[in-house]
């Protein structure tokens, strides 16, 4: 079998690194001991799983639940949550979802990503020392693959690793969007809603050094058309909205703007900056408040209902209305005036 490809071949720079993006002003942060949080503040060293897990003394939320909540159900919520001791066991991870994890670690300079990814060879040596190219279905490949899992290891391709370095030259070429990924780096931002009591977490890119919040997202597609269905479909006004709520009231400082930075994950890895609407971040903050009151309420009553407008009578959209309600070929019904 031959070794993996070393990561940082080629001296591969970090957009963060090119940022000067070292961990600096640490003020007001402290690392996570492991053990359940009962202090509002912004922690380092929290891995993702403990992080979607019983991290706090108390029930929490974070912001993929409450975008569950708020655009399906509590019930789908809970499906999966860790408050649930029935839920089925955790999907495998696929490959898009590693692929986009390892984007954002290798881009953003997080800490250790040699000490969770491998890059997967491209040859194997055979029993009769002949090389060839990688087999899935071959026993000295499934058993590399194993031991990579068995190590904690993701396993990623050299191709996939070629992508991150081409996405990080396209976007060190841009002093705005250098600028925009300043800050540090996967904080975990951990506070309690005064209102209900419940406890609440935010994990965004980057903590920002100055007044703005920026957010990097890998897509296929960086067009206006394709990022705004993004933009909605993965609640990500929500998500922004909840991080800068959750940094402004742990007392870092007063967020006036905020942007996405979309990049495509293949060549020629263009990009997209978006500051985004204060008036739709402002709707975003309203609907992570109602969600997070629906959250407390189904905790207090462990009642976790269907969508909420379930019962609720549907009317057919103004277009459809006028459309047909003006349609002179539509011919009236018996009995009734035309």
Known sequence: MSDPVDITEDKFESVGAVAGNIVQGRRGERDWNGQPISEPGIYRKIPMDAYHG????????????????????????????????????????????????????LLLSEDGFQDDYVVRPEKYEDDEGKWKAWNGNATVCKEWLAGARKAGKTVLLKSQVSDIHGMAERLAKNQVAVDLLRGRIERSIITKDAKTGVWVKSRPDSIPRDTIIADLKTCADASQVAIGRSIINYGYLQQM???????????QRQVNESVLLFVETSYPYAFNIKPLDNGDIHTAMRQNRRALNVFAECLK?????????????????QWWSDRNENDPTLPALKGKAA
Do not use: K
Not at 306 to 312: E, G, I, P, S
């Open 301 to 317: 009553a462990n009642d976790w209902p269907t969508y909420l407008d379930n019962m609720r009578t549907w009317s057919a959209p």
């Open 241 to 251: 909205a909840l991080a800068i709520t959750c940094l402004e009231e742990v007392g």
């Open 54 to 105: 019983q991290l706090t003394v108390g029930p929490s939320i974070s912001s993929s639940g409450l975008r569950e909540i708020e655009n399906r159900s509590p019930l789908h919520y809970f499906a999966t949550s860790y408050l649930n001791p029935d839920r089925p066991e955790d999907e495998a991870s696929t490959p898009s979802l590693d692929f986009g994890r390892a984007v954002h670690t």
